[in-house]
């Protein structure tokens, strides 16, 4: 075969090798779908709701004004978040101890119908050096009381860790160098009522680290110089709105 002839020949395979490549269907191209969350939603709450706050002066409110103890805001997120009624009754006063706790809840003898029931309650305990066994006795009376007052339900009931006092002004100027053992004692008050609610299924929410950012944040304290401010309290309830939210939930 002359050389013309064979080169022309090449041409005209690799002409027609090229024109069935380009022929071949080239591969799908594939796209991720775009993640779409669904929209957050509270969980459904009963129409009206009842809500009973137990404690002392940290429950009260001392030294900030009445709708700023964090009872009333909890109450007003609620109602903010749900399309509901809700009742709060206080039953609390500055100094209380457990004891006196027990003997008012006596006295009062409010009815056992609360959706939700939140229970602060220790530090003057500590305060007036009572005999730590005399929480150790009264805090599982307070839960039982509590979740009697919940319908009998434990899911309704909320307790609150205890405020350290010895990282406000007032703890500082009273105390010095003895605030050491204000926080000692308090973690001793605070690690037995949590225990003792994790054991008996009863949710246990802590703020003490909250207050005690109080002498490097002195907005997170009242007034007073001793007190949580409406700042503070407001942490309080945003630190509870979720164990709150089960504790409601139809």
């Not at 010095?176 to 308090?186: D, V």
Request: with cysteine; charged share 15%.
């Amino acid at each position: 075969m002359k050389p013309d002839f064979k080169q022309i020949v090449i041409v005209i395979l690799s002409g027609f090798l090229l024109s069935c490549s380009s022929d071949e269907p080239s591969s799908p191209t594939t796209t991720t779908p775009p993640v779409v969350n669904p929209p957050t939603t509270n969980p459904p709450i009963s129409s009206s709701v009842n809500y009973l706050a137990l404690g002392d002066s940290y429950t009260i409110g001392q030294s900030v004004c009445e709708t700023c103890r964090f009872p009333e805001q909890l109450k007003a997120s609620l109602n903010a978040m749900y399309s509901s009624t809700i009742s709060l009754k206080i039953i609390a006063t500055t100094g209380w101890t457990t004891s006196n706790l027990l003997s008012a809840i006596e006295s009062q003898k409010p009815e056992s119908n609360y959706d939700l029931v939140t229970l602060l309650i220790g530090v003057n305990n500590q305060y007036q050096h009572k005999s730590f066994s005399v929480y150790e006795k009264e805090f599982p009376e307070l839960v039982s009381k509590a979740i009697m007052l919940a319908k009998g339900d434990r899911k309704n009931v909320v307790v609150i860790s205890i405020p350290d006092y010895a990282y406000t002004p007032y703890g500082q100027s009273l105390f010095g160098q003895q605030s050491t053992t204000i926080s000692a004692e308090i973690d001793q008050y605070n690690s037995f009522a949590e225990n003792y609610c994790n054991n008996n299924q009863v949710a246990f929410v802590s703020i003490t680290d909250i207050t005690r950012m109080g002498l490097s944040n002195p907005n997170l304290v009242a007034s007073d110089g001793l007190h949580p401010s409406q700042t503070a309290y407001k942490m309080f309830v945003d630190r509870m709105m979720p164990k709150v939210k089960i504790a409601l939930q139809n």
